[in-house]
């Protein structure tokens, strides 16, 4: 029998992927949906499974392994990208809050004017077409500062 998952309440007892359990977007903000509604994880799927990385998530969703995921929207505009054909074997059914987008870290002991020289050629590089070219093949406008103000309360 195959199921039909309009919205993301159909997905009750359905086998659930997810890359790994430190992904925000695979696992921490499904977590927090699953909060918003009443539920956790444990009852709301009938089955778990860590697929070890998006990529493999989405895998699982083509083979039927798994009826649902969480993924990274940037790595599913990539791969809807790459393989148009996707578009008529997933169907998004929920998309929860904005996240913050990915910090780029470095070491805190690297010296300072180092750090800043890395932050100021991280910022500006989209003002160069040849490096916005690069940046244009991931979907990614540009760099923009962030603070882990930004990430506080999305970990527990």
Partial sequence: MVRSYQ???????????????????????????????????AIFFGKIIQSGSHLKSIQMILNKTADGTGIDSNTLALQMKAH???????????SWEPLPVYPGVVNSELPEDLKTSITRHLLNMHLDPKWQAQLNQYMVSKFVPVTLDQYKGLFK
């Fill in 7 to 41: 919205m993301f309440e159909d997905l009750r007892g359905s086998v659930w992927a997810y890359n790994y359990v430190h992904s925000l977007s695979g696992f921490g903000i499904t977590h927090r949906g699953l909060e918003k509604i009443g539920e956790n994880k």
């Fill in 84 to 94: 148009p054909e996707l578009r008529d074997k997933l169907h998004v059914v929920t």
